[in-house]
């Protein structure tokens, strides 16, 4: 059986070195069944220098990328770049925002538009339109119940005076909403409007 197979394999190289009559390209060595043999055909010469363009390309891509590790072709590095560009900016984006906050703190006016704002929506309908009373105190007189200094308003918006039907507006309204509606009743003050509910509690002089 062996011995066939090595005979057989001998008949094969000789077969190789015969060459086609019609093309004249030699045979293959080895390929042979049925009668057909195959032609040992050249590439055409294109695909072969184009194989061997593809190589010295990913010769040099590999020296680029994994010895002079160049950033132009490591994406990787290209987006960390990128990123840490963009983080600067947005950083320096925010502080700028925050310097302009700084420097110019809300004017008088926006002080008093905001506590409007607050007061039209939430205090209007005990203490009137215009602060001049309903179920709660006029704002616009000089008496005031629990006193008229900008802490004793503080005082009765975060406690409330419960009984007597003044909510607290601790979880309603944080600090700086607290503080522009005491601006805004303030700014009230000797504007004399109609319909104001009589004078309660006792007169307040400013110093
Ligand atoms: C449900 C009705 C009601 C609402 C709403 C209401 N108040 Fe009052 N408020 C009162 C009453 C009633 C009093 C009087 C309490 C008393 O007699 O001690 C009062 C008193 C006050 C006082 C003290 C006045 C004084 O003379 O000492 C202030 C300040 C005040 N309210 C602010 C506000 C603010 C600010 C809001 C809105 C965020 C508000 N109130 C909403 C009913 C209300």
């Not at 990913?58 to 590095?77: A, T």
């Not at 944080?174 to 503080?179: G, R, Y």
Request: aromatic share 10%.
């Amino acid at each position: 059986m062996h011995i066939n197979e090595d005979e057989k394999l001998k008949g094969s190289n000789e077969v190789h070195q015969e060459v086609d009559d019609v093309t004249q390209i030699k045979y293959f060595g080895g390929h042979e069944f049925d009668g057909i043999k195959e032609l040992d055909n050249p590439l055409p010469p294109w695909l072969k220098y184009l194989f061997y363009v593809t190589i010295v390309i990913s010769f040099s891509y590999l020296v680029l990328v994994f010895i002079f590790k160049d950033d132009s072709i490591i994406q990787r590095k290209e987006y960390y770049k990128e990123m840490a560009a963009a983080k600067a900016e947005t950083e320096v984006a925010v502080k700028e925002e925050a310097g302009k906050a700084a420097a110019q703190p809300l004017t008088q006016e926006q002080i008093l538009a905001a506590g409007k704002t607050i007061f039209d929506k939430t205090c209007l309908v005990c203490h009137g339109r215009f602060g001049e009373g309903l179920v709660g105190p006029n704002f616009t007189d000089e008496y005031w119940i629990h006193g008229g200094r900008p802490e004793d308003l503080h005082k009765v918006i975060v406690e409330g005076v419960l009984d007597k039907g003044m909510i607290s507006y601790k979880s309603q309204l944080n600090e700086t909403q607290i503080n522009n509606v005491i601006a805004y009743i303030l700014s009230l003050q000797g504007t004399n409007p109609p319909n104001q509910k009589a004078a309660q509690g006792e007169k307040f002089v400013r110093e």
